[in-house]
């Protein structure tokens, strides 16, 4: 199907189905109940789901295939952004000319930074492409502010041309849409005591998602993925044979750009603002820690690790002294005081904390993340079914041998 083998097809009917069917899967917990807190099926963070799930699945085409780690791809998540709002203040309030003009003004930056990046490698390479990021961070900050807005941030105006769309001064803002569809439109089921919200913003970026995904599963199993982990496993051993390794390096550097332009773009097209932050070395980092945490050289473990990033950003982090006094308010006092003060290093404004102890376990104990955790959690059920099953085996055996009485 698509030519794609049985497993990658199966593996995207996953991520369509997670993709699709988030609403109902991110609320599990019925709205009024102490749990629903834990939801996170609302709009704004599922677009930050899927949004830095195809950021991540695109910094993995270039750390998971060739091993150059790169601390500056924050800097094309922001490219990407600046060019999808000037688009919006320009030409149209419809997020695909803004999408498409994101992608290639990333995939443009990204050729630059690559050719003089790419002629280092190794930890040369990773400091080379974190010091353009923060090159282009302070450029966007302070240098560049005719065009970037400084530290405000690029945004909408009322008096914006918007050519496309009739021009003149409008009264208020106008807001995003795909040919006319909005994209905060928003339709809510209400089942018993369950709501879920259905965005149309949300539905085209896990629609992008699902495409870029099958992107990255073609590039994996082609000819040009093989060369890349060639790369990664011995690229010295294969420039002795007289092939360039350069060109295929250049390449899935320019492509993974220009995924990360198209997460920009996205951002920008839900919430018309792009900031110079979105260039700083922590959103870099950031999407490292992700691909890492997710499983580094596979298919789905970046969108994984982008999925439980962003629910500890906006969820475990709202979990404060007066959330953890609601549940232990049962007990003595100064036990409940006690037990309070230690879960509030690691929740709320402490989230951090337990988000770096994760990662370290991760390290440790799964260098393959959490996709290699579930492949050992299958292997292990699978290993006690045919014990279970070889033990009943043997005891038919001995009822069967067994003499009659």
Not at 29 to 47: R, T, V, W
Not at 283 to 308: F, R
Not at 384 to 395: L, V
Request: aromatic share 12%.
């Amino acid at each position: 199907m698509l030519g794609l083998d049985r497993k990658d097809t199966g593996l995207l009917a996953v991520v369509a189905i997670l993709a699709l069917f988030a609403p109902f899967i991110l609320n599990p917990f019925p709205q009024g109940s102490e749990l629903a807190q834990f939801n996170a099926g609302y709009p704004d963070l599922m677009q930050r789901f899927v949004i830095f799930g195809i950021f991540a699945i695109g910094f993995n085409l270039l750390f998971g295939l060739t091993g150059y780690l790169s601390f500056g791809h924050a800097a094309f998540l922001g490219v990407g952004s600046y060019a999808a709002v000037w688009m919006f203040k320009l030409l149209s309030m419809n997020v695909v000319p803004a999408i498409l003009l994101s992608i290639a003004v990333a995939g443009l930056f990204s050729v630059v930074i690559g050719y003089i990046s790419l002629r280092r490698s190794g930890i040369y390479f990773s400091i080379l492409t974190l010091a353009f990021a923060q090159m282009s961070f302070n450029l966007a900050y302070s240098v560049l502010t005719p065009i970037t807005n400084g530290e405000t941030g690029l945004q909408l105006s009322l008096d914006d041309p918007r050519v496309l769309d009739g021009g003149g001064v409008a009264t208020s803002l106008p807001l995003t849409n795909f040919f006319g569809i909005e994209m905060r439109a928003t339709e809510t089921l209400n089942l018993g005591p369950w709501a879920f919200q259905f965005n149309a913003g949300y539905y085209l970026c896990a629609i992008l998602l699902l495409v870029t995904f099958y992107i990255s599963i073609r590039i994996f199993r082609s000819p040009f993925g093989l060369m890349l982990r060639a790369v990664k496993s011995n690229q010295q051993r294969l420039s002795y044979t007289g092939l360039s390794t350069r060109p295929y390096t250049l390449a899935v550097f320019v492509i993974s750009g220009m995924y990360a332009g198209l997460a920009g773009g996205l951002l920008a097209s839900m919430d018309p603002l792009a900031g110079a932050e979105r260039m700083q070395w922590t959103a870099s980092g950031e999407v490292v820690i992700m691909t890492i945490l997710g499983g580094a050289g596979t298919l789905i473990g970046p969108v994984l690790g982008a999925g439980v990033i962003k629910y500890f950003e906006n969820i475990f982090s709202k979990i404060n002294e007066g959330v953890l006094h609601g549940w232990f308010g049962a007990l003595p006092d100064g036990l409940e005081n006690a037990i309070v003060w230690v879960l509030a290093r690691f929740t709320g404004e402490g989230w951090h904390l337990t988000l770096g102890l994760l990662f370290m376990a991760i390290i440790i104990f799964l260098p393959g993340g959490l996709v290699e955790g579930g492949r050992r959690s299958r292997a292990l059920f699978r290993r006690r079914g045919r014990r279970g099953g070889a033990a009943e085996e043997d005891a038919a055996k001995q009822r069967a041998t067994r003499p009659a009485e």
